[in-house]
T-cell receptor, first 115, second 113 residues
Framework: AQSVAQPEDQVNVAEGNPLTVKCTYS??????LFWYVQYPNRGLQFLLK??????LVKGSYGFEAEFNKSQTSFHLKKPSALVSDSALYFC?????????????FGSGTRLQVQP | ETGVTQTPRHLVMGMTNKKSLKCEQH?????MYWYKQSAKKPLELMFV???????ENNSVPSRFSPECPNSSHLFLHLHTLQPEDSALYLC????????????FGEGSRLTVL
């Protein structure tokens, strides 16, 4: 079975500082990995994905994530946080070997960026 | 109109009511999904439809009844719900042939009294 862990319920960072939101995954085969963001009273918006190739992937709004196969991690990063980045962030995985198209999500990490 | 549209955005119902949630996608996708989002819990996959056929039902109670009349529309029929069913219900769509991301609607916030 596939699973995702987001070990931090909340991450606090000052505006202008770098941010990291952690994600680890478990799959039996090879993973496709995704990050989504959710603003209050909204649905999930896609940020970026790792399918294959370069381990560092870049996405929307200046976010990037690094795929680390040995540590089974896919941490979300941004060099300089903005107050407007404050939101709920979800990591998700799809196990390529299963043929399933549905994503398995983590429990989410709330990012709070202080001015 | 583009993307994935969910109606109603908010719904309050009693435990004996019957109501339905509607999802429509304008992206030309052929797979549709229902997820349940409760506070401080991972998103729970409920149902998956590929080309109008149900391919996954993750042990969802029968008081939730999905319907997918075509690849663009997905319904979730609700009856005799419990207060613990109160949550945000999210619809998503994707292309079966592409191993890419899911596209989500804004969600329907359900409150069961």
């Amino acid at each position: 079975a596939q699973s995702v862990a987001q070990p931090e319920d909340q991450v606090n960072v000052a505006e202008g500082n770098p941010l990291t939101v952690k994600c680890t995954y478990s799959v039996s085969g090879n993973p496709y990995l995704f990050w989504y963001v959710q603003y209050p009273n909204r649905g999930l918006q896609f940020l970026l994905k790792y399918i294959t190739g370069d381990n560092l992937v870049k996405g929307s709004y200046g976010f990037e994530a690094e795929f680390n196969k040995s540590q089974t991690s896919f941490h979300l990063k941004k060099p300089s946080a903005l107050v407007s980045d404050s939101a709920l962030y979800f990591c998700a995985v799809r196990d390529i070997g299963t043929g399933r198209r549905a994503l398995t999500f983590g429990s989410g990490t709330r990012l709070q960026v202080q001015p | 109109e583009t993307g994935v549209t969910q109606t109603p955005r908010h719904l309050v119902m009693g435990m004996t009511n019957k109501k339905s949630l509607k999802c429509e996608q304008h992206l030309g996708h052929n797979a549709m999904y229902w997820y349940k989002q409760s506070a401080k819990k991972p998103l729970e996959l409920m149902f998956v439809y590929n080309f109008k056929e149900q391919t996954e039902n993750n042990s969802v109670p029968s008081r939730f009844s999905p319907e997918c009349p075509n690849s663009s529309h997905l319904f979730l029929h609700l009856h005799t719900l419990q207060p613990e069913d109160s949550a945000l219900y999210l619809c998503a769509s994707s292309l079966v042939q592409v191993n890419g991301e899911l596209f989500f609607g804004e969600g329907s916030r359900l409150t069961v009294l």
